[in-house]
């Protein structure tokens, strides 16, 4: 026969078993180091304009890994338009939302790699850190995230430990500071404040009473669609509704597109007029390539006329 177990003490059993779950869900959550058990390390994100033809990120990451052998490092593109801040400005810039506090992003697009032009570390208001040149390319982020502090790179026990390259900071001075911030190196031993950082100043879309004018300033690749500058809630003023007929002129010449929310909307083949992911205004055909098909590149004029007024070529 089983003994029948007091009401109470199968409620005191049930509060320790609930205390222990809980606790165990804590310590689940909490990354409280543990002695003994190694702490992860945050991660870093990797961009450059040095392509995938050569062995310059390869090397780069060896650096990394040499300094911090388990770091985690992901990549946004190595594909940025050589020489081209704004776009690895632009990309930067949609990229960083998506990581957490801490993660380190390590940008090497740096035509004036060996001039005056400083090293930097730049320490974003929402926590996360970027190791670049001082020439623009941090300064979306920081117009959106915040500036909690900069710093330019003269700590040459964080460099790589030979002579320094002229030509290949990417290796020998942006890939080990990342590594060591990673690693949990203290940022302010990265070197002296910078009290002013170098500014991008790109071209804005303009609206007035007749429409909105701006500029194609990539191609969305492989697709070949047109990005535009031109904000889609800028655009929603114009008073157009999905399914309309939009006029246009893109490098002077008079187009018109419908207004739509999917590609599919449209024939396979046809062009349309859509507002893209990161909100902005863009151009494409389904399933084709409008950039190889009607021969626009990067820069051209673009100029959206307001709803109900006719627009016409000079």
Not at 105 to 125: C, E, H, M, Q, W
Not at 245 to 268: D, W
Not at 279 to 285: P, Q
Request: proline share 9%; charged share 20%.
């Amino acid at each position: 026969m089983i003994p029948k177990v007091p009401r109470i003490a199968l409620s005191l059993l049930a509060v320790v078993f609930l205390a222990a779950a809980c606790s165990k869900f804590q310590a689940d959550k909490d990354p409280t180091p543990v002695p003994g058990v190694p702490v992860p390390h945050p991660t870093i994100v990797f961009m450059s304009d040095f392509g995938v033809a050569n062995d310059a990120v390869a090397i780069c990451k060896a650096v990394i890994l040499g300094i911090v052998p388990d770091a985690h490092i992901m990549d946004i593109t190595h594909q940025v338009t050589p020489y081209s801040i704004e776009e690895g400005a632009r990309f930067l810039q949609g990229v960083t939302p998506y990581y957490p506090a801490g993660t380190v992003f390590l940008v090497v697009v740096d035509p004036g790699v060996g001039t005056s032009r400083k090293a930097i570390v730049v320490k974003s208001k929402k926590g996360q850190y970027f190791v670049l040149p001082d020439n623009g390319l941090i300064t979306p982020v920081i117009d959106r995230d915040g500036l909690e502090s900069a710093r330019e790179i003269t700590n040459t026990d964080w460099m790589i430990q030979s002579p320094i390259s002229s030509t290949f900071h990417g290796r020998d001075i942006f890939s080990p500071v990342a590594a060591h911030l990673a690693a949990g190196g203290d940022f302010v031993l990265v070197g002296p404040e910078v009290s002013q950082l170098v500014r991008l100043n790109p071209k804005a879309a303009i609206v007035t009473d007749k429409g909105i004018a701006g500029d194609v300033i990539a191609l969305d690749d492989p697709f070949g669609s047109l990005v535009t500058d031109i904000p889609g809630d800028e655009f929603m003023k114009l008073a157009y509704r999905f399914g309309d007929k939009v006029p246009l002129l893109i490098n002077k010449q008079l187009v018109t597109l419908p207004y739509v929310k999917t590609f599919m909307e449209v024939p396979v083949g046809e062009p349309l007029l859509y507002v893209d992911s990161r909100g902005r205004v863009g151009i494409a055909i389904n399933q084709g390539n409008y950039s190889k098909q009607f021969g626009v590149t990067p820069p051209a004029p673009v100029f959206i006329a307001r709803k109900g007024i006719p627009l016409k070529t000079k």
